[in-house]
């Protein structure tokens, strides 16, 4: 592998250097530029109090963090539900049997019905509803419980809709040679269609995940105190919004590291399908 | 084929980018228009001025940085107009039917009394609205004084101006009949009460406070999440100052004020005053008005006709 480099590699050496040199200059005149401006605004040592106050940090973020457990909790919980009722759902559109189009209609019917309805109306519905028709006992009555239920069904309609267009995204052809091999259309869906349709899906899905890592913290409006909550309070107290920013932080060190994996999956997936990237 | 899902996802996004752009001109448009709704008001500048005739020496004119003294009650944002902002909603029985401009209702007819003594009568008052929390915050203001049963707090005047009291309220419980709460008698039986209490109210901190139960309380954006959440069984008990839990009884069936704490308990009393702009010029007209209504008995007189009487509820000791 180390014999000598051709023309063509030296070439696409010296053009990725090239590359590299600019990028690195002109971020670091931009981020010299933000940080020698910035400042210099007349209304930055306002902004500067007002949301980056080392004191209010100091005070609210052991606090913060406290709260931001339940939002990982509730993360937890949610994220293996979503990926089953959602899969549930997604095969429920792809059935091809006539018999079974009640099941067809119900999941069409779900997926466009739960997308059109914002998640905050879904956990005040479901998070307030539910419990209030009084048929579950005290401890069932938890927001916690069906404020996830809440994201659990907006979150599946998404997902179900990206299992199916990676199930359509699979060619007919390998679902006819299944066929003809003698497997059974189950068969042909679950050891040829799926594993073909989640390695194309991985990458949105990651996409999603990010997404509802923060619309956990929309269960808050309905009692439980999470972290966006708790940096709401904190901001009251101080009159000041760097709990905000301390909560993104927070967030930020959890949803950097997704996003980061996403992009790895996508980047792999491009060179495992061949496709150059062009510039 | 596979290369063109993947594409997708970027391209989707630039479009919705461009899309993007001109929403926020029309958003801006709508706002600008907005903005100008106001300016029907009629300068009745005759009316302005009436009361607090010391204040014929100061200084007219300088909207900021002069409180204390009397103050100018001509120093509104907009001359010869006084804006009083409230809640959105406002919520009985402060504001009846969410309309202040009628005065009925215990702070909207203060509010309407407090301008009347300032010299602001009929179209020279301008409604306007405000949420709890954006008020209370550094920055300017939209309004000239607001009331939505602000509690006086030191903290809460480090960011702005807040007038003399214009009611004194104990903080009281809302419970459902058998519930955890009902037969409190000193706040050491309520440890293992689940609460609920709208954020950033003084009904919170006394919560945290004075009463620190074991498990954490709820909290909502205002009271409708309280009451929604006592209707769902998810608390025991929701915390609010007493005029406002007397209604909320009114409107759940089966529940009652089970227990209301003394004004001093936990060190401060709740009292409800006006939120000025920091530095307010208006700040001392407020007070003075204020002064007068309550040294003439009118505002118990408002008090009378629009607040239930708040003795029965049961008094819980704060040990």
């Known amino acids: 592998m180390t014999a000598a480099p051709t023309r063509r590699a030296a070439y696409e050496r010296a053009q990725r250097r090239r590359a590299a040199i600019i990028a690195t200059a002109s971020t670091i005149i931009v981020v010299t530029a933000l940080i020698v401006l910035v400042p210099r605004a007349s209304g930055w040592e306002k902004v500067r109090q007002a949301f980056f106050d080392g004191d209010v940090f100091t005070d609210s973020f052991p606090r913060l963090i406290e709260a931001f457990w339940l939002d990982v909790k509730i993360l937890l919980w949610s994220t293996p539900l979503i990926l089953i009722v959602s899969l549930l759902v997604a095969l429920a559109r792809s059935v091809r049997s006539p018999a079974l189009f009640p099941v067809k209609a119900f999941a069409v019917v779900y997926t466009d019905v739960m997308r059109g309805i914002p998640v905050i109306l879904l956990i005040f519905l479901i998070g307030f509803g539910v419990p209030g028709l009084r048929i579950v006992s005290r401890t069932w009555s938890d927001p916690v419980i069906w404020g996830t239920v809440a994201l659990v069904l907006s979150y599946s309609a998404y997902v179900a809709e990206i299992i199916r267009g990676g199930i359509d995204g699979v060619h007919e052809s390998q679902r006819a040679a299944a066929r003809s091999l003698g497997m059974t259309s189950h068969q042909a869906m679950n050891t040829v269609v799926l594993p073909q349709a989640f390695r194309n899906i991985v990458p949105p899905m990651m996409n999603s995940f990010v997404s509802l890592q923060k619309d956990v913290a929309l269960v808050s409006v309905i009692g439980p105190v999470e972290i966006l909550r708790q940096a709401g309070i904190d901001k009251s107290k101080f009159a000041n919004f760097t709990p905000y920013v301390a909560a993104s932080l927070i967030f930020l060190a959890i949803t950097i590291p997704c996003t980061r994996l996403a992009d790895h999956l996508l980047a792999r997936e491009r060179r495992r399908t061949g496709a150059t990237t062009i510039s | 084929m596979r290369r063109s899902a993947n594409l997708s996802i970027p391209a989707r996004s630039a479009r919705f980018g461009r899309r993007l752009v001109p929403a926020l001109a029309v958003g801006a448009l709508v706002l600008a228009a907005c903005g100008s709704d106001d300016d029907s008001a009629d300068t009745a500048d005759t009316t302005a001025g009436s009361i607090a005739p010391a ?177 769902a069984n998810q608390i025991d008990a929701a915390v609010f100052d007493l005029p406002t839990a007397l209604f909320v009884t009114t409107e759940i069936d089966g529940s009652s004020v089970v227990g209301q704490f003394p004004a001093s308990a936990g060190g401060t009393t709740d009292q409800f005053g006006f939120v000025l702009d920091k530095g307010s010029a208006l700040t001392g007209c407020v007070d003075a008005a204020i002064t007068t209504l309550t040294d003439s008995g009118e505002l118990d007189a408002i008090q009378q006709e629009w607040l239930s009487d708040t003795t029965g509820a049961p008094v819980i000791a704060v040990d």
């Open chain 2, 55 to 231: 204040d014929s020496t100061a200084a007219a004119g300088s909207t900021a940085g002069s409180t204390g003294g009397a103050g100018d009650c001509n120093a509104t944002l907009e001359a010869g107009t006084l804006t009083i902002a409230t809640g959105d909603p406002a919520f009985s029985p402060w504001v009846i039917d969410d309309a202040p401009e009628t005065g009925k209702g215990f702070e909207a007819a203060v509010a309407l009394a407090v301008a009347k003594e300032m010299g602001y009568e009929g179209d020279a008052v301008v409604w306007t609205r405000t949420t709890f929390d954006e008020a209370i915050q550094p920055g300017p203001k939209t309004f000239d004084m607001n009331l939505q049963q602000y509690s006086i707090t030191p903290e809460r005047q480090e960011n702005v101006d807040m007038s003399l009291p214009y009611y004194t309220s104990n903080q009281a419980m809302v419970g459902l009949d058998g519930s955890a709460a009902a037969d409190a008698t000193t706040v050491a039986d309520l440890k293992d009460v689940k609460f609920g209490a709208q954020a950033g109210t003084t009904s919170l901190d006394f919560i945290n406070d004075v009463i620190k139960p074991t498990t954490e309380p709820f909290v909502y954006d205002d009271n409708t999440g309280a009451k929604a959440a006592l209707e």
